[in-house]
């Protein structure tokens, strides 16, 4: 039995020509067309690849020619097709559901697209016994190494940034309030990433009370008058900042009788704004903890960075599950290619 | 003989301490079982000791400085293995291994396992005083801990420096709870264990009183500044260290002092 896989990711081609490919052929398209035995298809935003076993060699020319009788445009991409047999086709979908061959290395995502493309295959029938133990040991390889390395650590973007390090500094979000000053978009998306977490009380306060109005009806929020913004500041604990003002709105001569009432309460300024609304040294005053456009974005860097000195570990992990694999199945995965190739078409 | 229990619980503690720093040689800092485990074991044997030479004594083994040092020992353990994993305080133990292990590792290589020559008659009252009063210390020391835990975290988001630890401490406001209620706990203990004191029928040495009074007095004004929203988290973090730092150096000295009339 030949196991194989092929397909086209972001690694390989622009969203455009994926896109092609989305969607463009069934599973049951794919078995009946190329006389195989198993096959299942994982079409994500940034892969769509095609996952089967056979009793003879497939070639990729037999897949490109399907995708093309199944209504994608003339094949015109073919070197950006890969094909991985056997060991290869296992070590590449372990890598796959593990996060290592994502765009955001380490992202979770795609653990559930392709936990609902197996079970879209099961149920369909598609995938027989070996595409079975093949994808339940991706999962387990994928579990592994979720939860014995960093892979999945840390905020890559400001929105989840924040929300981390607001889970770091209070825990339990639902009983935290959030004032919102400025209707910007990153505000948005930081003040919904919180809303997500539990946050219900969400204030929003902007010198345009209709935009404001307009951004709380948004966000689940109640708006609240722009010349009353300092009064908000003695009760919430979350400041989102991200105004348009030239000079710094919030300075520590403005915060310090506001701390004094509540000196065991910490204070969470996320300023967003540019030029900063928001004085650098509030961020030594005892309890608030203030991070700017630039320190977000140095966290999200800092967690990719984190991640990718993951990679080798996580690596380890999966070769050791792809030659446990192999040695359970090996007999059964064999290849015409040659074991181990992980070729790309120009090499296949 | 005895001893032989506390070496090999102080292996255990090593054996925690190693796995951690291992851990964090990789890169990777998270809560393990095999860190609950080692601590767990490493319990067992300081009981073993503490049956055993208590047995030996005919009475709570709080005779000389060596006993006490193992019984704050394990008293520690004690609450640790009891309110670390309800509180979910995941990297507790990494902390509390290296303050049970520094405080065996003294006990095992200072001369002070000195036998009272005269077996002394055994009282309830002060077998109760001295014990919970050292229950009352294992309580602060892991308030202590927590402090630890709580300025390290809190140093990382005010630096913007976030390392792998980070991501395994708890929350700021989870671990200063945690840290109220240890110390609302060792509190409790404490003054249970010096009014328990003035029941033992002994005579009370000045000094031993002045200084008992004094850390009950240091942290009652710590448990104040907290009740009254005065103090700042971080420096209640700083003063539980600061305290359970002068607690220990009170009891050697109450101890010294007393060396020759055993509690």
Redesign the interface.
């Known amino acids: 039995m030949n196991l194989f896989c092929i397909g086209i990711s972001h690694h390989t081609a622009n969203v455009e020509t994926r896109e092609r490919y989305a969607g463009a052929c069934s599973e049951e398209a794919v078995r009946s067309a190329m006389g195989c035995r198993e096959a299942l298809l994982l079409t994500t935003c940034n892969r769509v690849e095609v996952y089967g076993s056979a009793e003879k060699p497939i070639a990729i020319e037999d897949v490109l020619q399907l995708l093309q009788r199944c209504g994608a445009d003339e094949i015109e991409n073919a070197n950006a097709f890969y094909r991985h047999d056997g060991e290869a086709c296992a070590e590449h979908l372990f890598r796959v559901v593990a996060g290592l061959d994502s765009m955001v290395i380490g992202e979770t995502e795609i653990l559930g697209q392709v936990k609902k493309a197996y079970e879209k295959a099961r149920a369909s029938a598609s995938a027989g016994p070996l595409l079975h133990r093949l994808f339940q040991r991706a999962f387990r390889a994928a579990k592994q190494v979720r939860s014995n390395t960093d892979i999945t650590r840390g905020a890559v973007s400001v929105g989840s940034v924040a929300v981390d390090l607001a889970v770091k500094i209070f825990g339990d979000l639902r009983e935290c309030s959030v004032l919102v000053l400025g209707a910007g978009e990153t505000s948005e998306r930081t003040a919904r990433a919180l809303n997500s977490r539990g946050v219900t009380d969400i204030r929003v306060s902007n010198r345009s009370p209709e935009r404001g109005q307009i951004l709380a009806e948004l966000i689940n929020g109640r708006a609240v008058s722009f010349e009353n913004w300092t009064e908000q500041c003695r009760e919430i604990d979350i400041l989102i900042s991200s105004t348009s003002a030239a000079e710094p709105l919030v300075t520590p001569q403005l915060l310090a009788p506001m701390l004094r009432s509540r000196p065991d309460r910490p204070l969470f300024i996320i300023d967003i704004a540019v030029p900063r609304d928001v004085a650098p040294d509030v961020n030594d005053m005892e309890g608030v903890y203030l991070y700017d456009i630039d320190s977000l974005q140095s966290i999200a860097e800092q967690s990719l960075a984190l991640r990718r000195q993951q990679i080798s570990a996580a690596e380890k992990i999966i070769a050791e599950h792809v030659a446990d694999f192999a040695a359970r199945f090996g007999g059964r995965t064999s290849v015409s290619p040659p074991l181990n190739t992980r070729a790309l078409t120009s090499e296949s | 003989m005895d001893r032989q229990f506390i070496l090999l619980s102080t292996l255990c503690y090593l054996g925690a301490i190693a796995h951690t720093l291992a851990t964090f040689r ?3 800092f ?1 809560p393990r079982r095999f860190n609950f485990f080692a601590i767990a074991l490493g319990f067992v044997f300081q009981s073993a000791f503490l049956y055993l030479r208590g047995h030996a004594l005919g009475r709570c083994p709080i005779t000389n400085l060596f006993e006490v040092f193992v019984f704050l020992a394990w008293s520690l353990a004690l609450i640790y293995l009891l309110i670390g994993p309800a509180y979910r305080l995941s990297l507790m133990g990494a902390f509390t291994a290296p303050l049970v292990l520094l405080l065996q590792t003294f006990a095992l290589l200072a001369p002070i396992d000195v036998r009272h020559p005269v077996r002394v008659a055994v009282n309830p009252w002060l077998e109760f005083h001295a014990s919970i009063s050292m229950i009352a210390y294992g309580a602060f020391a892991l308030a202590c801990v927590a402090g630890v835990m709580y300025l390290v ?1 809190e140093r990382q ?2 630096t ?1 420096q ?1 390392h ?1 630890i ?2 395994h ?6 671990l ?1 709870s945690a840290l109220t209620r240890l110390l609302w706990l060792g509190f409790a203990l404490y003054t249970a264990g010096l009014v328990s004191g003035f029941f033992t029928g002994e005579p009370l040495p000045r000094f031993k009183m002045i200084c008992a009074f004094a850390v009950w007095i240091f942290y009652g004004t710590i448990l104040q500044g ?1 009740h009254l ?7 209640i973090a700083a003063l539980c260290i600061l305290a359970f730092t002068a607690a220990v150096s009170v009891l050697w000295a109450i101890n010294f002092v007393s060396e020759t009339r055993p509690t």
Do not use: C, E, M
Request: aromatic residues 12%.
């Open positions: 990789d890169g990777i998270r975290q988001l005010k913007h976030l792998s980070f991501y401490l708890p929350p700021l406001t989870n200063f907290r929203h005065r103090v700042a988290p971080r420096r």
